[in-house]
């Protein structure tokens, strides 16, 4: 595997279900993101974390929760989630240095539909 | 934060003919990147582009920082060239703000 690989592709669940989503980079980066898209509207950071720890969260409601075990990996919890939640959710990576966060890689993304 | 505009929204192409793209932030800017997003959904990474000036093959980019706005060129455009192309600037908190999109369609 290369790149910024993102399981499951495809995810439809209920509202009352409980999910994650996977993220791996082969990168060798040291900061991960999530990104939510919706349907017509810009992509949103949702989460950072650098050298495994959580440095944003942007006002994300609780009913995501992020981990992020190693720099490696990155999950997202999913659970009692809203038809509105419904999105693409995208996982990033990135070098962090001493001079800030440089180019960013992202995965294919899963998307996720909630019934 | 900083804001991003990106213009124009949409664009159509006869195969074959070149375009600009630009991107306009409200700040200066320590990251900008150039993306092209499938009709799968992936980002694909065009370029990274701080300031001056790259260029990949038909592909090329100009960042004019002092100025605050980012210019990308497609020349001799293909069907595979159509998407959606997104630009993404940070600033000191390194937080990458994506633009709404410019959506390309390339014809035959």
């Known amino acids: 595997e290369t790149g910024v690989t993102q399981t499951p592709r495809h995810l439809v669940m209920g509202m009352t279900n409980k999910k994650s989503l996977k993220c791996e980079q082969h990168l060798g980066h040291n900061a991960m993101y999530w990104y939510k898209q919706s349907a017509k509207k810009p992509l949103e950071l949702m989460f950072v974390y650098s050298l495994e720890e959580r440095v944003e969260n942007n006002s994300v409601p609780s009913r995501f929760s992020p981990e992020c075990p190693n720099s490696s990996h990155l999950f997202l919890h999913l659970h009692t989630l809203q038809p509105e939640d419904s999105a693409l959710y995208l996982c990033?990576?990135?070098?962090?240095?001493?001079?800030?966060?440089?180019?960013?890689?992202f995965g294919p993304g899963t998307r996720l539909t909630v019934t | 934060g900083i804001q991003v505009e990106q213009s124009p929204p949409d664009l159509i192409l006869q195969e074959g003919a070149n375009s600009t793209l630009r991107c306009n932030f409200s700040?200066?800017?320590?990251?900008l990147q150039w993306f092209h997003q499938n009709p799968w959904g992936q980002l694909i990474n065009l370029f990274y582009i701080p300031s001056g000036t790259k260029q990949n093959g038909r592909l090329s980019a100009t960042t004019v920082a002092t100025e605050r706005y980012s210019l990308l060129y497609i020349s001799s455009s293909q069907t595979t060239d159509s998407g959606v192309y997104f630009c993404a600037v940070a600033g000191a908190n390194s937080k990458l703000t994506f633009g709404k999109g410019i959506t390309l369609s390339v014809r035959p």
């Open positions: 700040d200066s800017v320590n990251n």
């Open positions: 990033a990576s990135s070098q962090r240095l001493a001079g800030g966060y440089y180019e960013q890689y």
